[in-house]
């Protein structure tokens, strides 16, 4: 098959022309470009709304390798972490574009499968693909997708707006993919593991399906009191560093406000591990990490709780030098520990 | 550096917030996103307008290697090859998203000349560098750019708009970018070379820097004659194509008719090589390939001549089942050669 044999078995028949017009497409795949109305009307967005663009890439061996997972997997996730990015703004996912760079030795099957995986992942967020690429790659498999958006002008969730005295808002838990990752290499490493079970299906699906934050995003955006947001991708300091950064202010979390999911700690005990590294270093859970007066965070926790989603408040800001640092109760008292920025790697 | 601090590094004081602000632009580079305003007067864009979308990706030892480009051609040409689609639709190229996947072994500094190379194709054709991501790749670079654009609503130009009886045209010659990375590959084998001077050099320029047609899609829009438009990303033939597809119809090629260049003759005579499969299946050339009746091509190739730009006829269309052909002129009278649809492969 040519490139443009392979991109139509990949993608035809997949979304109608008319479900891609409501997401404001009036061109999609099969042209040198796709052409988008920025004056379409976009459900649940209120004129008039500014685009939102990110782009993200997942690269063979840096961000998954064929232990960890599927190509199903590969393909929703590469969505999701860009959507996800979205979310991050308080905005809605509109389009994608995707390029992807295949290794001469993977079949036109395997590229299929993940394509299921993206397909299902835009399907569930309602998001059209519109275009994209496919280049041979000498042996990594590499997707870079870019992803569009819309969002009340004006209203968007930036990482630069905390403000001294904030409350540190979380809304979800941290960790999960980090420790779903640590059971997928230790599997790889000691073959069928006594360790799996329910639980562990939970870490697994949070490392390889990850849920993008949009409704959370959308909940914290339509109530206005919210003064910075980021999405957790690169781990919880990395991310609290760059709204201390972009913010101009020092972060403090409240080691033992950050929320544990029951699945985390029980497999953490299992496997005699302290989590407080995957949840402070992990990333990829993309939830969301922000910042509002602590009155607005306790009433966003109450409307939070009220539609069944999680909210937590994790820490507070102060003014001074950007920086982030963990308040760790001990026996011998408060213990301040001041966080490295940097995100993990997850293959070193 | 950071990854953070490695994007500062590479992009920051290149383009003032006032310039990409003309630009639509309303956030650019350091948050997870960037926020563009879809309703901003775009010059030169009569309103209302489409946005236009594509996304184009560059591979190590696919699409170039140290021999073939410099890291200044790598990142000019990543952004250039990705104008060109916006040129093929008739639109204004306005903002563009990159994602650099680096080899561990790459410095910094050689990702900075990279980032001087793009951000020069950038300024050339008004385009505002506005997000994207790195990340580390095992062993081969990877630049992957996502570019928007503006075309006045309703009136892109499309591959599958060709008429019957259209004539067949072309804004310039083709086969420059495979004589220049001809070139390239032979004093890679040979050393210093006896055929290398002032005509080589437009060669490899054409190879390493190319230059998307902005104007002349713009000037065909302007027309309203034209039926269907392609750039020459991946040859010639291949390009004539996907017009044939798309439009349902056969194409016919005249050979004597395409143009070649002086410089492209030349080196293939001294060569001692028929340049005709550089010019039918070389690609990268980032000329033109449309369609429209006869009458317009004949007063669009005047119109073009008289703002100096190059304007070709070279062949026609008839209804038909999808096909290419080349009509040549030999001693024993016209022969008619049915074109692979196949595009060349730079390394193979």
């Not at 490139?3 to 404001?24: D, N, P």
């Not at 109450?302 to 640092?325: C, D, K, M, N, R």
Request: net charge negative; hydrophobic share 40%; charged share 20%.
């Amino acid at each position: 098959m040519d490139e443009f044999a392979s991109i139509r078995h990949w993608t035809s028949g997949r979304q109608s022309e008319e479900w891609q017009r409501e997401r404001g497409v009036r061109l999609g795949i099969g042209d040198d470009a796709a052409l988008i109305d920025p004056a379409a009307p976009i459900a649940g967005v209120t004129p008039p709304y500014e685009y939102v663009l990110a782009m993200d890439t997942m690269v063979e061996t840096v961000h998954f390798n064929e232990t960890t997972m599927s190509y199903e997997d590969i393909g929703y996730k590469a969505l999701a972490s860009n959507i996800s990015d979205i979310a991050a703004m308080g905005g809605v996912p509109l389009q994608a574009l995707v390029s992807v760079s295949v290794p001469r030795q993977l079949g036109p099957e395997l590229m299929r499968r993940l394509y299921d995986g993206l397909y299902a992942c835009a399907d569930q967020y309602g998001v059209a693909i519109i275009g994209g690429d496919t280049t041979s790659s000498p042996q990594h498999l590499v997707v870079a997708v870019t992803v569009t958006g819309a969002v009340e002008a004006g209203k968007a969730l930036r990482r630069s707006g905390a403000q001294p005295g904030d409350a540190v808002v979380l809304t979800g838990p941290v960790g999960m993919s980090a420790a779903g990752l640590h059971f997928l290499l230790a599997q790889r490493e000691r073959g069928a593991d006594a360790l799996a079970g329910e639980r562990v299906a939970q870490l697994v699906q949070a490392h390889q399906r990850p849920a993008p934050s949009v409704r959370a995003g959308r909940l914290l955006l339509a109530r206005e009191t919210c003064h910075s947001l980021n999405d957790v991708s690169d781990g919880l300091a990395s991310e609290a560093w760059e709204i201390a950064e972009a913010s101009g202010l020092a972060v403090s979390l409240f080691e033992e406000q950050l929320p544990r999911s029951g699945s985390m700690t029980a497999y953490a005990g299992a496997a005699g591990i302290d989590p407080l590294e995957w949840m402070l270093y992990g990333g990829e859970d993309y939830v969301l990490l922000g910042s509002m007066e602590l009155g607005d965070a306790a009433a966003a926790q109450v409307a939070f709780h009220s539609e069944g989603l999680p909210f937590y408040i994790i820490g507070e800001t102060a003014a001074g030098t950007p920086a982030v640092e963990l308040i760790r109760k001990t026996v011998k008292g408060e213990l301040r520990q001041r966080l490295a920025k940097k995100g993990y790697n997850h293959f070193e």
